[in-house]
């Protein structure tokens, strides 16, 4: 673009004014020589040229740009018509030096102008925004004409018309001007009016368009006026309004604005000022008409129609003004309404959510008064929400737990919208105490709620749950004694307390002789009464220092602590044996045991607990060789058994390698139907010459060695492969799950999601049929890697069992970080369903796997009304010798091939 002269508007009229200034100063010095002839040559000419420059600016703009052609084009022509005009109005008068006859050429150059530029106004793309203000716009452009028209018929047509005389035509063309220009005048107002309404930027000022277009239009007026009242010439004042007129659209024309800062002028007038231009222009047509008639005491017919239109206008614009408020105010009420409506229902929605919500919601202010209480504190807390709100919060609160709330409040507090959860006990109307999980978020500054609100939720089931299984994790459940993992902890404490203290200490490993026996012939019960007495008999002859456990089954263990005198362990181990061999009452039957005891002290250079105990198991096994009712001492040399585990490592290793292993499969069955939904592989192995292996012995060995990684993919490939052989032959199975154990150590392997996402392609057995089963240590693990394993299975649509769940160290919390889909009831918590033991902890289990969503298999069901019982409470699926034990493939495809529910009926429900 060569052209960019000016970017800013504030400079259009300086140059304006200048092109002007310096015009009328040319013709002032030619009047002030008295120079008539060059008054009139400056004035024509001047006219001429700037009406010609106006039109080429405009045609030129018309050709840069796109926007706006037409327009641009046609207020192009309406100049260069008039500067036409101009041209033959001067060489008539200034060329040939004669009076311009009237009509003329030129009357034709200077009337193209009017309907040309209302053309070009009415060109522009401005859209009002709706039907009303289309409408007003139209009644206010009609009012302005009529009103303008009004006040040129008193001052300019009327004396036009009534000077008649000429011809027709010639009276015709007087009219088309002053005609002409309240056309234009009015189409400039009109589109003002729709400029301001509408929402569209025009890349032209119509400040300036419509300024020059006015002012063109006011001069013209004025000259066919003073040339009524013939006094009109050439130079005379009335000039300066067409000059200033064409300068100013020479500067629109010329003026290009980057198009983004493009805003309608307009706009800077005011809104007000559009309002109220109809009223004013009537306004001021009524005080003209009114001057009027009292000048010339008449008023004429033109006159009175116009001001009767006038009216009529003036109405209907105001009828639509109200009706167009009415409308507004409807839609404010209609949107008032409806946004009360909205805030009403999702106050609701949150008053519901939090009643109904599980959740126990209490709102407090700083003083501790409850402001807001939920309703689902009747379920949790046994008490009416009613009852609670307005009274102090620490009425609730138990005793020995205030004090930990009362912290925690005062710390929440501080700052807003701090949050923080503790543990707390509640207190319920009958005292008992209810175990909550508080999370205290701080909203005093918030003016919906203002106060500090307690989210608490019910984990009395939880910790009691877990209590239990802490208490288990570390009891022999039986007879309450420790358990092996307690007593392996206490012996480690005593194993560092030792080197502070320079104390001795000493292991006794007790296995009874002929408990088997008594067991098998008068029945399980009557072993566990007998397990009992044993225990019993073992706290009554140690000292309050000593530690008693039982290992499982019908080993114990004893650790002698503060040993002085290692005589002492002797005649413990005599005792011991003395007191185990008296006569048990089982019942009305007397029955005898035998035991033997391995002693190992600390002083034997044992390296850590493990090898203290196992030293000591050496010498109870070298006890129990050399016969009943003895006791040994640990002695190095009973380290020849160890080769042994040697030569058996081998063995494993080259049947791995071999073939030398098989995988038998034991069948899940679903509680409710009685059909087989999935199989465990179990990993055997057939020794040469000992015969059946079982994997109680040989699984610990492959950990040891780092043989189970290559254990673990073998049966996992194997079984796989079987599965999908199952999957696809057998009718009805083809959704058969596959469990396949894993180990802790095989999870170091930072490959193993890669490499089981390999076998399953292999083999084609898709994802989430198959269930990896590991013990709860794997989880709580906190080797990053381990995790990093376990979610790379997850996501791959492979599910987790939790194996064994209960018997690990049990804090439940992994249960939340780790999403497992299974847990596998161990088998002990099983067997205590049948034997009159702990009910309640296999229901709480079950009901924990519910709660999360999580599937819940009962393992080692070994009686009818263990089912029964599973069943009732909800248990999903049962795995046991009740209904089979594992299989090699072949017996298993037999079975499942029968498809006939296993063993459900047996024994009836009564449920
Ligand atoms: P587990 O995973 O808890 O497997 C269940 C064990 O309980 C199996 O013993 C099974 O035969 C036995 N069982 C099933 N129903 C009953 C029942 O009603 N009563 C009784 N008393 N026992 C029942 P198994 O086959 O001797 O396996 C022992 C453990 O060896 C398994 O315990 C598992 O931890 C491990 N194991 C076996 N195969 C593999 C393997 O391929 N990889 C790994 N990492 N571990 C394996
Ligand atoms: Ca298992
Ligand atoms: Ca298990």
Same mark, same amino acid.
């Given at each position: 673009m060569s052209y960019r002269p000016f970017e800013r508007v504030g400079v259009a009229p300086v140059v304006v004014g200048a092109l002007t200034l310096s015009w009328v100063a040319l013709l002032m010095l030619c009047a002030r020589a008295g120079q008539e002839g060059a008054v009139q040559l400056t004035s024509n000419l001047g006219l001429a040229l700037i009406a010609l420059a106006a039109g080429v600016a405009a045609v030129r703009r018309a050709r840069d740009t796109r926007e706006l052609r037409h327009f641009w084009l046609l207020l192009?022509?309406?100049?260069?018509?008039?500067?036409?005009?101009?041209?033959?109005?001067?060489?008539?008068?200034?060329?040939?030096?004669?009076?311009?006859?009237?009509?003329?050429?030129?009357?034709?150059?200077?009337?193209?102008?009017?309907?040309?530029?209302?053309?070009?106004?009415?060109?522009?793309?401005?859209?009002?925004?709706?039907?009303?203000?289309?409408?007003?716009?139209?009644?206010?452009?009609l009012i302005v004409a009529l009103s303008l028209l009004l006040v040129s018929w008193i001052i300019v047509l009327g004396p036009v018309v009534n000077?008649?005389?000429?011809?027709?035509?010639?009276?015709?063309?007087?009219?088309?001007?002053?005609?002409?220009?309240?056309?234009?005048?009015?189409?400039?107002?009109?589109?003002?009016?729709?400029?301001?309404?509408?929402?569209?930027?025009?890349?032209?000022?119509?400040?300036?368009?419509?300024?020059?277009?006015?002012?063109?239009?006011?001069?013209?007026?004025?000259?066919?006026?003073?040339?009524?009242?013939?006094?009109?010439?050439?130079?005379?004042?009335?000039?300066?309004?067409?000059?200033?007129?064409?300068?100013?659209?020479?500067?629109?024309?010329?003026?290009?604005?980057?198009?983004?800062?493009?805003?309608?002028d307009e706009e800077s007038f005011g809104n007000q000022l559009g309002t109220f231009l109809p009223y004013s222009a009537v306004l001021i047509a009524v005080t003209t008409s009114a001057i009027d008639v009292m000048r010339s005491g008449a008023t004429d017919i033109f006159i009175?129609?116009?001001?009767?239109?006038?009216?009529?206008?003036?109405?209907?614009?105001?009828?639509?003004?109200?009706?167009?408020?009415?409308?507004?105010?409807?839609?404010?009420?209609?949107?008032?309404?409806?946004?009360?409506?909205?805030?009403?229902?999702?106050?609701?929605?949150?008053?519901?959510?939090?009643?109904?919500?599980?959740?126990?919601?209490?709102v407090i202010d700083h003083s501790g008064v409850i402001t807001y209480q939920s309703e689902s504190c009747l379920r949790v807390l046994g008490r009416e929400a009613t009852s609670m709100t307005g009274s102090s919060l620490w009425d609730y609160i138990a005793e020995d737990h205030a004090a930990a709330l009362r912290e925690v409040i005062a710390s929440v507090s501080v700052e807003p919208l701090r949050l923080q959860t503790l543990h707390n006990s509640w207190l319920r109307p009958d005292g008992s105490e209810c175990h909550l999980e508080v999370t205290v978020t701080n909203l005093l500054l918030n003016?919906?709620?203002?106060?500090?609100?307690?989210?608490?939720?019910?984990?009395?089931?939880?910790?009691?749950?877990?209590?239990?299984?802490?208490?288990?994790?570390?009891?022999?459940?039986?007879?309450?004694?420790?358990?092996?993992?307690?007593?392996?902890?206490?012996?480690?404490h005593a194993l560092t307390r030792r080197e502070r203290h320079a104390a001795s200490l000493a292991v006794l490993f007790l296995d009874l002789d002929g408990f088997k026996e008594v067991n098998d012939t008068l029945g399980h019960s009557a072993g566990d009464t007998l397990l009992i007495q044993?225990?019993?008999?073992?706290?009554?002859?140690?000292?309050?220092?000593?530690?008693?456990?039982?290992?499982?089954?019908?080993?114990?263990?004893?650790?002698?602590?503060?040993?002085?005198?290692?005589?002492?362990?002797?005649?413990?181990?005599?005792?011991?044996?003395?007191?185990?061999?008296?006569?048990?009452? !089982?019942?009305?039957? %007397?029955?005898?045991?035998? $035991? /033997?005891?391995?002693?190992?002290? *600390?002083?034997?250079? =044992? &390296?850590?607990?493990?090898?203290?105990?196992?030293?000591?198991?050496?010498?109870?096994?070298?006890?129990?060789?050399?016969?009943e009712g003895g006791f040994a001492i640990y002695d190095p040399s009973m380290h020849a058994g160890l080769v042994e585990r040697v030569r058996l490592e081998a063995d494993l290793r080259k049947a791995i390698d071999d073939g030398g292993l098989a995988v038998h499969y034991q069948p899940l069955i679903s509680m409710s139907t009685g059909r087989v939904t999935g199989v465990e592989a179990l990993a055997r192995w057939q020794h040469p010459e000992r015969g059946p292996v079982s994997p109680v012995e040989f699984i610990p060995l492959a950990e040891a060695t780092g043989l189970?990684?290559?254990?673990?993919?073998?049966?996992?490939?194997?079984?796989?492969?079987?599965?999908?052989?199952?999957?696809?032959?057998?009718?009805? !199975?083809?959704?058969? %799950?596959?469990?396949?154990? $894993? /180990?802790?150590?095989?999870?170091? *392997?930072?490959?193993? =999601? &890669?490499?089981?996402a390999e076998v399953l392609v292999e083999t084609g057995l898709h994802p989430e049929f198959l269930t990896l089963e590991m013990t709860e240590s794997v989880l709580m693990s906190d080797s990053p890697s381990a995790l990093v394993t376990l979610r790379e299975l997850k996501a791959m649509g492979v599910r987790l069992a939790i194996d064994d769940f209960g018997t690990g160290y049990s804090s439940l919390s992994y249960l939340h970080r780790f999403p497992v889909d299974v847990l596998k009831i161990d088998r002990s918590f099983i067997e205590q369903l049948s034997l009159g033991g702990d009910t309640a902890l296999v229901s709480t289990i079950v009901r924990l796997g519910h709660t999360m969503n999580l599937e819940t298999v009962a393992e080692g069901i070994e009686r009818p009304q263990e089912m029964l019982l599973l069943r009732r409470q909800g248990c999903t699926t049962g795995q046991g010798f009740h209904f089979s034990p594992a299989l090699p493939p072949e017996e298993l495809t037999l079975l499942l091939a029968e498809r006939a529910p296993l063993r459900m009926i047996r024994g009836g429900d009564p449920a």
């Open positions: 192009g022509a309406a100049s260069l018509a008039w500067s036409a005009g101009q041209t033959v109005w001067t060489w008539y008068e200034s060329v040939l030096g004669r009076e311009v006859p009237f009509p003329s050429l030129a009357d034709v150059g200077y009337l193209g102008l009017p309907p040309l530029a209302a053309t070009a106004l009415l060109c522009l793309p401005l859209a009002a925004p709706t039907l009303a203000g289309r409408l007003r716009a139209v009644l206010d452009g000077a008649g005389g000429d011809s027709m035509l010639a009276q015709t063309i007087s009219l088309a001007y002053p005609v002409g220009d309240t056309v234009v005048i009015t189409i400039v107002i009109f589109t003002w009016l729709r400029a301001r309404q509408s929402a569209r930027k025009l890349p032209v000022s119509l400040a300036l368009v419509g300024g020059g277009l006015v002012s063109f239009a006011v001069a013209d007026s004025g000259f066919v006026y003073l040339t009524t009242l013939s006094d009109y010439s050439s130079g005379s004042f009335i000039d300066i309004g067409w000059f200033a007129g064409f300068a100013l659209l020479l500067v629109a024309a010329s003026q290009v604005r980057s198009d983004n800062t493009v805003h309608i009175s129609w116009d001001r009767s239109a006038l009216m009529v206008f003036l109405v209907a614009r105001q009828v639509l003004t109200l009706r167009e408020n009415m409308a507004l105010t409807r839609n404010l009420e209609d949107r008032v309404q409806a946004r009360t409506a909205e805030l009403q229902s999702s106050r609701q929605r949150f008053a519901a959510l939090v009643q109904h919500s599980s959740d126990v919601v209490t003016e919906d709620v203002e106060g500090l609100v307690l989210n608490s939720r019910d984990v009395t089931d939880r910790t009691a749950l877990q209590e239990q299984l802490l208490h288990q994790a570390f009891h022999d459940s039986l007879t309450a004694l420790f358990n092996r993992a307690m007593f392996k902890e206490r012996l480690e044993v225990a019993n008999r073992l706290l009554d002859l140690v000292r309050p220092s000593d530690t008693v456990a039982r290992f499982g089954g019908d080993e114990f263990a004893i650790l002698v602590e503060d040993l002085d005198d290692p005589a002492y362990t002797i005649t413990l181990a005599q005792r011991v044996n003395t007191v185990l061999r008296e006569a048990y009452d !089982l019942g009305g039957t %007397r029955v005898h045991l035998g $035991v /033997s005891v391995g002693i190992a002290h *600390d002083a034997d250079m =044992a &390296a850590d607990a493990e090898q203290l105990l196992r030293n000591a198991d050496l010498a109870m096994y070298q006890a129990k060789a050399a016969g189970i990684r290559r254990l673990g993919l073998w049966v996992l490939r194997e079984a796989c492969a079987q599965t999908v052989e199952w999957q696809r032959s057998q009718p009805g !199975l083809s959704e058969l %799950r596959l469990s396949v154990n $894993v /180990s802790p150590r095989q999870l170091d *392997d930072e490959n193993l =999601a &890669a490499v089981i």
